[in-house]
């Protein structure tokens, strides 16, 4: 089952806070995430329930102070989610064409 939650490390505490939830994306498999120094970036992947790929996402703003609210945002323009797409682990080589030998006269 995927989760939509999170939480926050306070390492001068070493204790954890739980995120706000409101405006949380769905929760999702095979995303990406990203951290930016100051953000949490989630974006892509496939809701688990119908396995439907989807080019949404949010961003979470690491911050002090109570657990800000995640802010979702939408592509500006729809568009599918790129298909990864197998490619050859070896190189195939052309076979060298057999060079013809004169006959023996």
Do not use: K
């Not at 929760?27 to 396995?51: C, K, L, P, Q, Y």
């Not at 500006?76 to 682990?89: F, L, M, N």
């Amino acid at each position: 089952q995927d989760l939509n939650t999170g939480g926050r490390y306070d390492p001068a505490t070493d204790t954890w806070a739980a995120t706000n939830l409101n405006n949380a994306p769905p929760a999702r498999d095979f995303h990406t995430a990203v951290w930016t120094g100051t953000e949490m970036i989630i974006w892509g992947g496939a809701f688990s329930s119908n396995v439907t790929d989807t080019n949404t996402g949010g961003r979470y703003c690491a911050q002090s102070g109570p657990p800000p609210t995640p802010t979702p945002t939408v592509s500006p323009t729809p568009s599918p989610t790129p298909t990864p797409t197998p490619t050859p682990r070896v190189t195939p080589r052309p076979r060298p064409s057999p060079h013809p030998r004169p006959t023996p006269q």
